[in-house]
């Protein structure tokens, strides 16, 4: 069904090449009937020249049919492929730019990935190949089974015996191995797991003396993966030995031979029509293999299309029917008026908060962790549409708003920072493309990036990749650098310092306090010491507003926010006496 759904821009160019590599396939026969013919025609005798060279001449013209019509059936499956690849990326990509950003965070880029270009690609045996291989695998057996009937119909099912009996052991193999293949995914899953596992904590198992019973744990897994692999080739070696025999030309010939002879010792066939079947009946098994690799294509093709419809069916967010433009000469303040969200529909991370963020100023989130902080944060940015109430952004609903419009007012700083592969005046000039090279390197000097980027073999010139590696710190100030040069009006920050080492948090802040300036700033604060002198600090707990007001007043209130503070400046302390 979803191979179906995904083929459909092509199905036409599909069937076309269908009926093109059937020609070709009764084309491919007839050259061997016409050998066959002549060989019983010598063989009895009483024929004419013009005789032998007529079968001659038709087998020479369906030669070339042939020829003509395989090209003709696979330039069509490649040309169709190639479209349906670019369709369906196309489709992807449009129908992605669609997807809430807070849906990437979920799945991850691994996933898109795999569907825009591994999934997308497993498509190309099905649509370039598998189709007409199928046809071919049919007609062909079928036209010479056809003519072997015409000759002796006796004789004809007699040589059907040992595919027959192949296809028996086949289906009985097939059974037995879905059951073991399943059994030996599972063990694959497991030592994959072990694997990753014991090369991912080898630091920490190191330190605690545990490296044993890691080395242990994985041998054990992987050991029970070679006995299931064992176990798996074991069940099938019977079985595959069999129908390779059965399927064999070598062993269909003997069959044929020793069925011919004993039919023509008894009368019930001619001697010359042994011929016939000496030339076709030991290609009849073959297409059966072909057959085989085309399913296998096909369940593969269907997997991948799945996971491609997985992409295509993603909720999208709503656009707005008449959309709504900003006021001319807007105050950049934001409004959140009884925001609830919740991620599965049930419980709800955020619950009614209402809260306003002053154009030009600093608002700060602090808050235990799990609190909602970063998930109020990106419903600014629309990473997500919000379960209950509204976002407004200069007295205009954020969901009235066109896309772009939205972003832009507004750009994001978060710790997860994504450089893409192109250059790095590409990856700065993202939210400007056509800026130019002295308005990037402004930039990026104000992000305290330009002189590390001056040290690339390239410059800005040099694309992401083994020439242009960046630590974490970095990559920030490339990010931080793009979101200068964006210049929104509305700021939101995932603090960009949290893991940064103090030489590198010092050239963030830098590059930060160049961002802030005279913008509508949200951030999300994980050191309660870089927002002291925010505007307004805002306490979440459990995701509603415990207490919201500048830092002072917070310290006066003794709440949750001074238990906080009290309890970083006690942590403090204990970290000075350990330092002496």
């Not at 016409?34 to 005789?51: H, S």
């Not at 013209?61 to 369906?88: E, K, N, P, S």
């Not at 098994?285 to 997985?310: K, W």
């Not at 200068?484 to 963030?508: H, S």
């Amino acid at each position: 069904m979803g191979v179906a759904r995904l083929i459909r821009p092509v199905r036409a160019q599909i069937y076309f090449a269908c009926v093109v590599q059937a020609i070709a396939a009764v084309a491919a026969v007839i050259p061997f009937i016409a050998v066959a013919e002549i060989g019983r025609l010598l063989v009895v005798g009483g024929y004419e020249p013009a005789q032998i060279w007529l079968i001659a001449g038709i087998a020479a013209v369906a030669l070339l049919v042939r020829l003509g019509a395989v090209t003709g059936a696979a330039a069509v499956t490649h040309i169709a492929d190639v479209h349906l690849q670019l369709h369906l990326r196309r489709e992807m990509a449009a129908h992605l730019g669609k997807a809430p950003l807070g849906w990437f965070l979920d799945i991850g880029s691994g996933r898109v990935k795999k569907a825009l270009q591994d999934d997308v690609h497993e498509m190309h045996h099905l649509v370039g190949h598998s189709y007409t291989n199928r046809v071919a695998a049919i007609v062909t057996p079928l036209v010479a089974f056809g003519y072997l009937m015409y000759v002796s119909w006796v004789f004809a099912l007699i040589c059907l015996l040992p595919i027959i009996v192949g296809m028996l052991a086949m289906s009985t193999m097939m059974g037995d191995q879905a059951k073991q293949m399943d059994l030996y995914n599972r063990a694959l899953a497991d030592v994959n797991a072990a694997s990753v596992e014991f090369a991912q904590g080898i630091a920490v198992i190191k330190t605690f003396g545990l490296v044993e019973g890691a080395h242990t744990r994985f041998i054990s897994r992987a050991k029970s993966f070679l006995d299931q692999f064992y176990a798996m080739v074991r069940g099938a070696l019977g079985p595959m030995s069999i129908i390779d025999l059965l399927f064999s030309p070598i062993f269909s010939l003997s069959w044929v031979l020793a069925a011919g002879l004993a039919l023509a010792g008894w009368g019930v066939i001619a001697a010359a029509d042994i011929l016939p079947f000496a030339v076709l009946a030991p290609g009849l098994a073959g297409p059966f293999f072909i057959l085989a690799s085309a399913n296998h294509q096909a369940t593969l093709a269907d997997q991948a299309a799945r996971r491609i419809l997985d992409i295509l069916e993603t909720p999208t967010l709503p656009a707005p029917e008449q959309p709504q433009r900003f006021p001319d000469s807007p105050e950049w303040s934001v409004q959140f008026d009884g925001v609830s969200f919740s991620y599965d529909g049930e419980k709800k991370v955020l619950d009614g908060v209402d809260l306003e963020l002053p154009a030009g100023g600093i608002t700060a989130l602090v808050g235990p962790s799990g609190s909602g902080k970063s998930t109020l944060a990106r419903l600014l940015p629309r990473f997500w549409d919000c379960t209950e109430g509204e976002i407004r952004i200069a007295g205009a609903p954020i969901r009235n708003l066109e896309t772009a419009d939205l972003f832009s007012a507004v750009s994001f700083v978060f710790q997860e920072t994504r450089l893409l592969q192109m250059t790095i005046a590409e990856n700065i000039a993202l939210g400007r493309p056509g800026a130019s090279l002295a308005e990037i390197e402004r930039a990026a000097r104000a992000a305290q990036i330009h002189e590390r980027i001056c040290e690339l073999p390239d410059g800005y010139q040099t694309e992401m990749g083994p020439d242009a590696q960046f630590s974490g710190g970095e990559a920030q100030r490339v990010a931080l650098a793009r979101a200068l040069l964006a210049d929104r009006p509305v700021v939101v920050l995932d603090e960009a310092t949290a893991f940064a080492d103090p030489e590198c948090e010092y050239e963030i802040q830098k590059a930060l306090s160049e961002l802030v300036r005279g913008k509508t700033v949200l951030v999300i604060a994980h050191r309660l010491r870089t927002i002291v002198n925010a505007d307004q600090i805002v306490v979440l707990d459990q995701g509603r507003i415990r207490e919201i007001g500048p830092h002072d007043d917070l310290i006066a209130a003794d709440g949750l926010y001074a238990k906080m503070w009290s309890a970083l400046r006690q942590e403090e302390g204990a970290l000075g006496e350990a330092a002496e």
